[in-house]
């Protein structure tokens, strides 16, 4: 079963993009589909039977590579993580080709389309049952070259092509990093299987590497170059320049790249490394550091952006920020639990996007929107449900002494579980837990008040584009249709139905030896020290994992499990539980105040600029510093090396200035072949007269 679910979509990429254009572009569809259809069902039987009736395995498929002492096998591994990854990759996999039936219904192009949609769910699959680093590796670099197809698709739209060498060389350097890490693997542990590195980490807590007459600790070392990895395929700040730009490929590569599968493969990589980040306090740290800004930085940019997808693109990055700095807090289920529910509802958001788009003919400007509601109602209200999901729209009757359900959609559930979660963490101690907390909270206000933004300026008040365009606005087509209304009921139900499963009372079953720390939250921190899972915890981890933990860093206890203890025996204060629903309710207001009840002020502020919009709209002017530092500082230093180095100096001094040389002394002695008989002979008579003297004084002076 599980052999199929991976090489599947790749048999189906390799017929679609070989044979396309022989049988037909609705047979590549049919095929191609089909196989993801199947990968996603057998996916959801593989998650129950591994959750629920705990048969993790791993099946080893070949040996890949054996030299010396490095032997690495391709094997897959199905524990608790690999299975939510299965599931998530592979349901919005096959709703991202669905979908495309009805939105690249006139592309000429099809079958090689939905090719590289499979080969990127193949990329995804090798990379999530992964059971060693270097086959997550590869997984992690099939993605990157399937995205660069993916973006740049239509190859033909120089803006296309540009978004995909962004997003490629953007990634090569996280990637390097990865890399990197990998070999510091294999160098400290003589492995790079995730068993047998685990199993060691405790014993190397010591471990020192030294480069250039430095020496890190290495267990830091190795997270720290594998979080830069993670960095660039999420989209974290500094490396997140690539993502807005790769709204130029088609929607759906968007909702398929940004919702569920590439850009979680970051927050995938440091929760399986769980053990390694829970010995490195240090790299942990910088984990949530750079999760929470980009977390402020996306929301604050997401405010002043205008074309739909761009808005929905930095929202993903900034939800992308709560993952990280809840992993890097020790909330590794929280970030697991935010990932499942996020794949649904930001999906959703860019497939009805995707609608709104092919509605209006192609139209991304939110500028030339308005009153759309009343000619996509259905298209209306998927994006009202994402709305909800996203701003996470609920409520925890819990926090008045009601003994309630919590009820919400599934962005309260997880979101809310890592504000809470960073409070109660820094609380204990983990440092930067209480700032994490606050810019949580705020992102989430801004959050809020960006997304009704879009809907207000999408569906409501005054259309603003060319009347005959509205004229023909229109919902799509079942092909379309079917996979919003999938996505609505998972970014409804998702959270409360999973809430127990991955935060709650049976997160330790449900996570079994794959996230032992999902069990109880996050860990609690010492003076200096990130903890590692209790005894009771890191005991039944052996098997796979086997994280040895020295005394000072072991601290969690088993009354953590408690479904919202969130890692400190204690509930949060009832403003902490609160405060998530009145920062959404707050941005919601702000919305209603700027885009209905004084419709035009939004258009009015941006009009006048100033410095906090320019600010905002030009995205901190991130890319404008990347470009002056390394576009014109490259060019710059390689002008020096062209111009000066290798033209005046090595040029000059070496071939050029003796071929120079040469032809100066040559032309200088052509002037001396004159033609004349009377200038040979006058020389012929210097010749002569010193040969005399010679002959007088040099030789008779020996």
Same mark, same amino acid.
């Given at each position: 079963?599980?052999p199929?679910?991976?090489?599947?979509?790749?048999?189906?990429?390799?017929?679609?993009g070989l044979?396309?254009?022989?049988?037909?572009?609705?047979?590549a569809?049919?095929?191609?589909?089909?196989?993801?259809?199947?990968?996603?069902?057998?996916?959801?039987?593989?998650?129950?039977?591994?959750?629920?009736?705990?048969?993790?395995?791993?099946?080893?498929?070949?040996?890949?590579m054996?030299?010396?002492?490095?032997?690495?096998?391709?094997?897959?591994?199905?524990?608790?993580?690999s299975?939510?990854?299965?599931?998530?990759?592979?349901?919005?996999?096959?709703?991202?080709?669905?979908?495309s039936?009805g939105?690249?219904?006139h592309?000429?192009?099809?079958?090689?389309?939905?090719?590289y949609?499979?080969?990127?769910?193949?990329?995804?699959?090798?990379?999530?049952?992964?059971?060693?680093?270097?086959?997550?590796?590869?997984?992690?670099?099939?993605?990157?070259?399937?995205?660069?197809?993916?973006?740049?698709?239509?190859?033909?739209?120089?803006?296309?092509n540009?978004?995909?060498?962004k997003?490629?060389?953007?990634?090569?350097?996280?990637?390097?990093?990865f890399?990197?890490?990998?070999?510091?693997?294999?160098?400290?542990?003589?492995?790079?299987?995730?068993?047998?590195?685990?199993?060691?980490?405790?014993?190397?807590?010591?471990?020192?590497?030294?480069?250039?007459g430095?020496?890190?600790?290495?267990?830091?070392?190795?997270?720290?170059?594998?979080?830069?990895?993670?960095?660039?395929?999420?989209?974290?700040?500094f490396?997140h320049?690539?993502?807005?730009?790769?709204?130029?490929?088609?929607?759906?590569?968007?909702?398929?790249?940004h919702?569920?599968?590439?850009?979680?493969?970051?927050?995938? @990589?440091?929760?399986?490394?769980?053990?390694i980040?829970?010995?490195?306090?240090?790299?942990?740290?910088?984990?949530?550091?750079?999760?929470?800004?980009?977390? @402020?930085?996306?929301?604050?940019?997401?405010?002043?952006?205008?074309?739909?997808?761009?808005?929905?693109?930095?929202?993903?990055?900034?939800? @992308?920020g709560?993952?990280?700095?809840?992993?890097?807090?020790?909330?590794?289920?929280?970030?697991?639990?935010?990932?499942?529910?996020?794949?649904?509802?930001?999906?959703?958001?860019?497939?009805?996007?995707?609608?709104?788009?092919?509605g209006?003919?192609d139209?991304?400007?939110?500028?030339?929107?308005?009153?759309?509601?009343?000619?996509?109602?259905?298209?209306?209200?998927?994006?009202?449900?994402?709305?909800?999901?996203?701003?996470?729209?609920?409520?925890?009757?819990?926090?008045?002494?009601?003994?309630?359900?919590?009820?919400?959609?599934?962005?309260?559930?997880?979101?809310?579980?890592?504000?809470?979660?960073?409070?109660?963490?820094?609380r204990?101690?983990?440092?930067?837990?209480?700032?994490?907390?606050?810019?949580?909270?705020?992102?989430?206000? @801004?959050?809020?008040?960006?997304?009704?933004?879009?809907?207000?300026?999408?569906?409501?008040?005054t259309?603003?584009?060319?009347?005959?365009?509205?004229?023909?606005?229109?919902?799509?087509?079942w092909?379309?249709?079917?996979?919003?209304?999938?996505?609505?009921?998972?970014?409804?139900?998702?959270g409360g139905?999973?809430?127990?499963?991955?935060?709650?009372d049976?997160?330790?079953?449900?996570?079994?030896?794959?996230?032992?720390?999902?069990?109880?939250?996050?860990?609690?921190?010492?003076?200096?020290?990130?903890?590692?899972?209790?005894?009771?915890?890191?005991?039944p981890?052996?098997?796979?994992?086997?994280v040895?933990?020295a005394?000072?860093?072991?601290?969690?206890?088993?009354?953590?499990?408690?479904?919202?203890?969130?890692?400190?025996?204690?509930?949060?204060?009832?403003?902490?539980?609160?405060?998530?629903?009145?920062?959404?309710?707050?941005?919601?207001?702000?919305?209603?105040?700027?885009?209905?009840i004084?419709?035009?002020?939004?258009?009015?502020?941006?009009?006048?600029?100033?410095?906090?919009?320019?600010?905002?709209?030009?995205?901190?002017?991130?890319?404008?510093?990347?470009?002056?530092?390394f576009?014109?500082?490259?060019?710059?230093?390689?002008?020096?090396?062209?111009?000066?180095?290798?033209?005046?100096?090595?040029?000059?001094?070496?071939?050029?200035?003796?071929?120079?040389?040469?032809?100066?002394?040559?032309?200088?002695?052509?002037?001396?072949?004159?033609?004349?008989?009377?200038?040979y002979?006058?020389?012929?008579?210097?010749?002569?007269?010193g040969?005399?003297l010679?002959?007088q004084?040099?030789?008779?002076?020996?």
């Open positions: 079963m599980a199929i679910i991976v090489f599947g979509p790749l048999l189906a990429s390799a017929f679609a044979f396309g254009n022989y049988v037909g572009h609705r047979a569809q049919i095929v191609t589909t089909g196989a993801v259809l199947l990968s996603a069902i057998l996916s959801w039987i593989v998650f129950f039977d591994v959750t629920v009736g705990g048969n993790t395995t791993t099946i080893h498929l070949a040996t890949w054996s030299v010396g002492d490095f032997d690495v096998s391709w094997a897959i591994k199905l524990d608790s993580l299975a939510v990854m299965l599931v998530v990759v592979n349901s919005v996999s096959s709703l991202v080709h669905i979908y039936w939105y690249m219904s592309d000429p192009h099809r079958a090689r389309f939905f090719s949609l499979s080969l990127f769910t193949f990329a995804m699959l090798a990379l999530v049952t992964a059971d060693n680093f270097l086959q997550l590796f590869f997984g992690w670099e099939g993605v990157g070259l399937a995205s660069y197809l993916l973006i740049g698709f239509w190859y033909k739209k120089k803006s296309a540009d978004a995909a060498i997003a490629f060389v953007t990634n090569r350097v996280g990637d390097f990093g890399a990197l890490g990998i070999m510091a693997i294999f160098l400290v542990f003589g492995s790079v299987a995730f068993d047998d590195v685990f199993a060691q980490v405790g014993d190397q807590a010591d471990a020192v590497l030294s480069f250039a430095m020496s890190f600790n290495a267990i830091e070392l190795i997270a720290f170059l594998l979080f830069i990895g993670a960095m660039g395929k999420s989209a974290q700040f490396l320049v690539w993502l807005p730009d790769a709204m130029e490929g088609p929607t759906p590569v968007s909702a398929l790249i919702a569920a599968t590439m850009v979680t493969a970051g927050v995938f @990589l440091v929760c399986r490394a769980f053990p980040y829970e010995m490195a306090p240090n790299a942990s740290a910088i984990v949530t550091v750079i999760g929470a800004v980009t977390a @402020l930085f996306a929301a604050t940019v997401g405010m002043a952006q205008n074309d739909i997808k761009r808005v929905v693109a930095y929202s993903t990055c900034s939800q @992308l709560y993952m990280f700095f809840a992993a890097g807090l020790g909330l590794y289920g929280a970030a697991m639990f935010h990932l499942f529910t996020h794949a649904f509802f930001k999906a959703l958001l860019f497939l009805g996007s995707g609608a709104v788009i092919h209006v003919h139209e991304q400007d939110m500028r030339k929107m308005g009153g759309l509601f009343r000619m996509m109602p259905m298209t209306w209200l998927m994006m009202i449900i994402g709305t909800l999901a996203l701003t996470g729209v609920g409520f925890s009757f819990g926090a008045l002494g009601l003994f309630l359900p919590d009820l919400g959609f599934a962005g309260f559930f997880s979101k809310d579980a890592i504000i809470e979660g960073a409070f109660m963490a820094g204990e101690g983990v440092f930067f837990g209480i700032p994490a907390f606050w810019i949580g909270t705020v992102a989430a206000l @801004l959050t809020s008040f960006y997304s009704w933004r879009l809907i207000f300026m999408t569906f409501h008040g259309y603003r584009g060319p009347k005959d365009v509205y004229d023909h606005a229109h919902d799509p087509k092909p379309m249709a079917l996979p919003l209304v999938v996505l609505a009921v998972g970014a409804v139900l998702a139905l999973y809430k127990s499963s991955f935060i709650g049976h997160s330790g079953h449900f996570w079994g030896e794959a996230l032992a720390a999902g069990a109880h939250g996050p860990a609690v921190a010492g003076e200096d020290t990130h903890a590692v899972a209790a005894d009771s915890h890191a005991e981890a052996a098997g796979d994992h086997a040895a933990a005394d000072d860093h072991a601290v969690a206890a088993d009354e953590h499990a408690a479904e919202g203890d969130h890692g400190g025996g204690h509930h949060p204060p009832v403003w902490v539980l609160l405060s998530p629903f009145f920062a959404t309710l707050i941005g919601f207001l702000g919305a209603i105040w700027f885009y209905l004084n419709e035009g002020m939004g258009a009015r502020i941006a009009a006048r600029g100033g410095p906090l919009h320019s600010f905002l709209y030009n995205k901190w002017y991130v890319d404008e510093i990347y470009h002056f530092v576009v014109r500082g490259a060019k710059g230093l390689g002008d020096l090396f062209w111009k000066i180095g290798d033209v005046r100096i090595i040029d000059g001094f070496g071939p050029n200035g003796v071929a120079g040389s040469t032809l100066a002394a040559a032309r200088r002695l052509a002037k001396a072949q004159s033609g004349y008989l009377y200038h002979a006058f020389v012929m008579l210097i010749g002569v007269l040969l005399l010679w002959a004084f040099g030789a008779g002076g020996q």
